[in-house]
């Protein structure tokens, strides 16, 4: 008998004693999955978090130029809703002919 040929039987035997198992157990076998689920999602943010960090600390210049960007349209809204609010009229300042 070749190797490759035993190989294959012993996966395929492998493969049929997992998914019966995993039908005894489904139960344990949903728990985990929604326990490995949840750990690689928190991998994946904690990566993300530590990878802006490092972004963030590695070009302060870029940093400082979106604040002074923020500041700037922070301001013009401002100005924005100033120039939308009703002006009060002074008394007297309509003439009358």
Do not use: C, N, W
């Not at 157990?25 to 949840?38: G, V």
């Not at 940093?63 to 609010?85: C, G, L, P």
């Amino acid at each position: 008998m070749p190797a490759s040929f035993i190989l294959l039987t012993i996966l395929e035997i492998t493969a049929v004693v997992l998914l019966v198992l995993g039908l005894i157990f489904e139960k344990r076998l949903i728990a985990f999955e929604d326990r490995a689920a949840r750990e690689i999602v928190r991998s994946i943010r904690k990566r993300r978090a530590r990878k802006l960090e490092t972004q963030r600390t590695d070009h302060p210049a870029v940093i400082q130029k979106r604040a002074v960007t923020q500041v700037a349209y922070e301001s013009m809204a401002a100005e924005q809703q100033q120039a939308e609010k009703p002006r009060k009229k002074k008394a007297g300042s309509h003439r009358v002919a």
